[in-house]
Nanobody
C-alpha cells in the first residue's frame, strides 16, 4: 500500500513558476510509475505528466509540454512537478498518482491517489 501526500500548491501570477511535490509512504515507491493529473472546476480530471520507475522516461500532455517538468527522487520517495510559464488555464487541483504498471496517460491505470493540492494562477 502506498499513501501519497501532495504539497507546494498556492497562488502564483501568470508567467510565474511553482513546484508541487508528492511524498510517498512505504518502501516500494521505486516500484511504481508516477503521474500527475489535474482537475479544474467543472471539468473532468485530465492527464498532465508521467514518469517511469527509475525516472528515465517521461511523457507530457500537449498543453504543458515545454513548460512543465516531472521528476522523481527515489531516495526521498518523492515525485515533483515543476511548472513554469504558468497560465490562468493551469488553475486546478493537482493530484499525484502511483501505478504498478508502466507509465500511463489514463487515470484508470493508477492504483493510488493523493488528496490533491490547489494551484491558482492569477492573470
Amino acid at each position: 500500500q502506498v499513501q501519497l501526500v501532495e504539497s507546494g500548491g498556492g497562488l502564483v501570477q501568470a508567467g510565474g513558476s511553482l513546484q508541487v511535490s508528492c511524498a510517498a509512504s512505504g518502501r516500494t515507491f521505486s516500484s511504481y510509475s508516477m503521474g500527475w493529473f489535474r482537475q479544474a472546476p467543472g471539468k473532468e480530471r485530465e492527464f498532465v505528466a508521467t514518469i517511469n520507475r527509475i525516472g528515465g522516461s517521461t511523457y507530457y500532455a500537449d498543453s504543458v509540454k515545454g513548460r512543465f517538468t516531472i521528476s522523481r527522487d527515489n531516495a526521498k520517495n518523492t515525485v515533483y512537478l515543476h511548472m513554469s510559464s504558468l497560465k490562468s488555464e493551469d488553475t486546478a487541483v493537482y493530484y499525484c498518482a502511483a501505478a504498478r504498471r508502466g507509465p500511463s496517460t489514463s487515470a484508470a491505470s493508477y492504483d493510488h491517489w493523493g488528496q490533491g493540492t490547489q494551484v491558482t494562477v492569477s492573470s
